[in-house]
């Protein structure tokens, strides 16, 4: 069966710099995927990639058995891949709702059915529904998640990419983000997640890929990953798996 | 001369400037773009006016508004779309180079003497308001200005390519990373300031009745003056720096002895100078929205 997402050795460099280096995963349809590793590990770089926003150096990124080489970024929310960059990077001059608005973009609606997904949005997170009309840049930094998130679920993506979710956001507001990141895999969506709270992530994800130095060191099950004690090695430097590098 | 007399004389030359202004203004707002071939829009929409002018007027106005947009979004595509990713400074030599060279192409073309038209005299028939003799092209200007600044208000502020312009101002990958087609959203701009161009142009061509393949430069000087005055990327704030050039424009043209009014233009620019040592952000400084774009 054709992976939803199938990354193939994929190097991504910035300049003299590799980020990614024949770097290849996949994720299944509906399925959660998080991606694990410290910084520099080329987590956003990936996603960056198959967002089309940095070239590959070489290696192809499909969806759905489809290469998405010469896809513009516009083009990639089209075909259905979201998002939600670490800096949310929300228009903070545009209202909340105009926000939302923007997220549908691409897709041939009428203004009820806008409505009616924004709506779908506010139930999800009903914070945003008490400040729709407000300017997005004096939103709190857990309002800009939520905000984000919701704005790229408006492309309706089949795929939706979150790039460190809970980062700077109150342990409270970090459960509401989890949450609908839950109700969104219950639903169905396939999404790949990037985090370095790798405790946040084995609680939604069904697989994970630990990542260091541009390259895949070990990919498994939370509980698998967790018990070879992996993430704690990568991330906190106790015992270098050096042995387990690809050349 | 009374008062109420010079101000609708202010109101009708800032009018035009003020179009001006907004139609250099919403695309620096969009893309950071001062464009001084904006200038040229509007050069060429007189020629196209002078070429058309034996039609019914609609027909030559239509034949105008068709040409200048098109005009508009060539000079996008092949030009400014190539080097969207340079800086500011690298768009603003490229869009000099582009309004010299249009200038020379029409130099070649229709030769640098200036033609004329005669293109609605009815227009410029005064009629007897209260006292006042206002000339009809003069309650055209207003009447336009008010209208379009209103239009386009609206449309930035409500429609879906509105705040499609507003997202990309803001931060273009962002907006391309949403599934916003900034390319699209570009080429709208570039074809309503092209409508702004045109308005100039009929209003412009009308009154005065002639033309020079230079003209537009003086005319792009003047609204970019505005747009500084008023604040750059506010498109209030190019209406009013517009209307404020436009009013003392007409002042000193009434205050200055004959022996200088010849040199009116410097002591407009000086007083821009002056008034940007004392508020260089321009009189409405970019702070929300609806400002921007």
Redesign the interface.
């Given at each position: 069966m054709t992976p939803h997402l199938q990354i193939e050795d994929v190097s991504v460099t910035y300049g003299a710099v590799r980020a990614l280096n024949r770097l290849s995963i996949h994720a299944a349809k509906g399925e959660t995927v998080a991606l694990i590793g410290p910084n520099g590990a080329g987590k956003s770089s990936l996603l960056l990639a198959i967002?089309g926003?940095v070239p590959l150096r070489s290696g192809a990124v499909r969806l759905e058995g489809r290469d998405l080489a010469g896809q513009?970024?516009?083009q990639r929310?089209?075909l259905g891949i979201?998002?939600v960059?670490e800096t949310r990077?929300v228009?903070?001059?545009?209202?909340t709702h105009?926000n939302l608005?923007?997220?549908?973009?691409?897709r041939r609606l009428t203004r009820a059915q806008m409505q009616a997904d924004a709506d779908r949005i506010y139930a999800l997170f009903p914070r945003l529904a008490e400040r729709h009309n407000h300017?997005a840049g004096f939103l709190s930094g857990g309002e800009q998640q939520m905000l984000a998130i919701g704005?790229?679920l408006m492309?309706e993506p089949g795929l939706l990419m979150l790039d460190e979710p809970s980062l700077g956001l109150a342990p409270v507001v970090t459960d509401a983000v989890y949450a609908a990141i839950a109700t969104l895999r219950d639903q169905g969506t396939t999404i790949l997640l990037v985090e370095q709270n790798a405790a946040r992530a084995f609680s939604v994800c069904d697989r994970a890929y630990l990542m260091q130095a541009g390259q895949v060191i070990e990919e498994g099950s939370a509980a698998s990953l967790s018990a070879r004690g992996s993430v704690e090695s990568v991330l906190f430097g106790r015992s270098a798996p050096a042995k387990e590098l690809r050349p | 001369m009374t008062l109420l007399q010079m101000l609708i004389d202010a109101a009708s030359v800032g009018g035009l400037y003020a179009l001006t202004a907004i139609g250099i203004g919403l695309i620096f707002g969009v893309i950071g773009l001062v464009n001084f071939a904006y200038g040229e829009y509007i050069m060429v929409g007189a020629y196209v006016l002078l070429l058309s002018a034996s039609l019914y007027w609609p027909f030559a106005i239509a034949a105008v508004l068709v040409f200048v947009v098109l005009f508009a979004l060539a000079s996008d595509y092949l030009v400014f779309r190539q080097v969207r990713r340079a800086p500011p400074e690298t768009l603003m030599i490229v869009s000099f180079g582009l309004s010299f060279m249009i200038q020379h192409i029409w130099v070649v073309m229709f030769g640098s003497l200036t033609k004329t038209v005669n293109f609605l005299p009815a227009i410029n028939r005064s009629v007897e308001i209260a006292g006042l003799r206002i000339a009809g092209v003069s309650l055209l200007q207003i009447a336009a200005t008010v209208v379009l600044t209103t239009v386009l208000a609206l449309f930035i502020k409500y429609t879906r390519i509105g705040y499609q312009m507003r997202a990309v101002s803001e931060n273009p990958r962002m907006a391309r990373l949403v599934g916003v087609n900034s390319n699209r959203v570009i080429a709208v701009a570039f074809a309503i300031s092209a409508v702004l161009a045109v308005t100039v142009t009929v209003l412009f061509v009308a009154q005065t009745g002639s033309m020079t393949p230079f003209f537009g430069v003086s005319l792009t000087m003047i609204g970019f003056v505005a747009t500084v005055i008023g604040g750059m990327g506010s498109l209030p704030g190019c209406a009013l720096g517009g209307f404020l050039v436009g009013a003392v424009t007409t002042i000193l043209q009434m205050v200055l002895p004959p022996h200088l009014q010849p040199f009116r233009e410097a002591f407009v620019f000086t007083s821009v100078i002056l008034m940007l040592l004392v508020r260089p952000q321009g009189l409405i400084a970019v702070r929300s929205a609806w400002e921007r774009v």
């Open positions: 967002a926003v513009e970024p516009e929310v089209g979201s998002l960059p990077d228009f903070k001059k545009l209202s105009e608005l923007i997220g549908a973009s691409r300017m704005r790229a492309a | -």
